[in-house]
């Protein structure tokens, strides 16, 4: 139990510190994401955006953890990882899009800064590919 709250603090630590990275000036590049999607989906598709993540981290060789952040149902982070690509996603819930979910989906570098664009870039497609074929999800964007 103690490993999952370690990993959910770094997570979290990881998220935020690209946030406040960004916000005030980076120390470098590893402190915000190479990549990120922008996922909205319709509030019932949960459950199949998130078999669509294990899916995809189970034939791209991620380890992935998914697990409540909050005490509101719908809260979830998303953390999968390998050798030389992480993976952070979390929901934002906008008061004003009443049955729609929005979910980031921020890439980075693990220690190997050594990785090359094109990794991210078939990352980025073949989670895409997924996205854009299952029900509920209304935009998958590149940012």
Not at 76 to 91: E, F, G, P, V, Y
């Amino acid at each position: 139990m103690k490993n999952i709250f370690r990993m959910l603090a770094c997570a979290f630590a990881c998220l935020f510190g690209g946030v406040v990275g960004e916000a005030e000036g980076a120390q470098s590049s590893s402190e915000l994401p190479v990549r990120t999607l922008s996922v909205i989906m319709e509030e019932g598709a949960l459950p199949a955006f998130l078999q669509t993540i294990q899916d995809f981290s189970s034939k791209n060789r991620f380890a992935v953890l998914i697990t409540k952040s909050s005490y509101r149902p719908n809260d979830i982070l998303i953390q999968a990882w390998r050798d030389d690509i992480k993976i952070i996603s979390t929901n934002k819930t906008e008061d004003n899009e009443q049955h729609k979910m929005r979910f980031g989906i921020m890439l980075y570098y693990t220690c190997h800064k050594d990785v090359p664009d094109v990794a991210f870039s078939i990352i980025v497609d073949r989670i895409k590919d997924l996205l854009v074929s299952t029900p509920g999800m209304l935009t998958v964007d590149d940012q």
